[in-house]
């Protein structure tokens, strides 16, 4: 679905378009979820999909793969205090926090034929404690090549889905990722993908008058 890819190429252009224009849309309301009964839930507020890439090299002495370790210890432990927030407050659901999963690793690897480009999309689990292994039925889904420089280092890039909450300081998230890779040692960097704006959470008060009018008519109805 173009929503699940951050929406570039679908919907992003989709409202620049005259078609969209001519709409004259004032308000949009998006999926949520079923109900049992005659009650509707409605949400205000939605997380943004982050793309966050974490690139592990070895100039120094620490090898790619320790570092792609301490980085993906970080983003576990992380993962383990979201779950702990869950946990211990049940008017929050997993919506209400930042979720990251780590969705593939691109290997950069050397041989007699030059240097390849070589992407490996892994399936992944994480066992009990801080440590990342392969699931037995690990398979490789694709393979992408491009030649890159000779002199390039060895290198490993984490590609992880972050779901930010829609409360999540944004500039403290991303200085979060800056020092678990500044933790990892020289050569250890983030990029992004796709990072959105936190659109935070819709205003449900009398200065939004397109709320009012949608709360007005549900209750006429």
């Given amino acids: 679905m173009d929503e699940e890819i951050g929406g570039i190429d679908g919907m992003d252009k989709f409202v620049k378009t005259s078609h969209f224009l001519k709409l004259n849309v004032g308000f949009i309301l998006d999926e949520g979820i079923t109900s049992s009964d005659k009650n509707f839930v409605l949400f205000y507020g939605e997380r943004s999909l982050w793309t966050v890439h974490i690139h592990c090299t070895s100039p120094d002495r620490k090898s790619s793969t320790e570092k792609v370790q301490i980085v993906v210890d970080h983003f576990v432990r992380f993962r383990q205090e979201q779950k702990v927030k869950l946990d211990s407050?049940?008017?929050?659901?997993?919506?209400?926090?930042?979720?990251?999963?780590?969705?593939?690793?691109?290997?950069?690897?050397?041989?007699?034929?030059?240097?390849?480009?070589?992407?490996?999309?892994?399936?992944?689990k994480v066992q009990q404690g801080l440590a990342l292994q392969l699931s037995a039925n690990t398979t490789v889904l694709g393979v992408e090549r491009e030649k890159v420089e000779h002199d390039a280092e060895s290198e490993l890039v984490l590609v992880f889905d972050v779901r930010v909450s829609a409360t999540e300081d944004c500039s403290t998230l991303e200085d979060l990722f800056s020092s678990w890779c500044e933790s990892?040692?020289?050569?250890?960097y983030v990029s992004y993908e796709n990072k959105p704006t936190n659109s935070g959470l819709t205003h449900l008060d009398t200065c939004n008058r397109w709320w009012l009018t949608f709360r007005d008519e549900c209750r006429a109805m």
């Fill in 89 to 124: 407050n049940p008017r929050l659901t997993p919506r209400d926090l930042t979720s990251m999963t780590l969705k593939a690793v691109k290997v950069l690897d050397c041989s007699t034929f030059g240097w390849f480009w070589q992407s490996f999309v892994f399936l992944f």
């Fill in 184 to 188: 990892a040692g020289p050569g250890t």
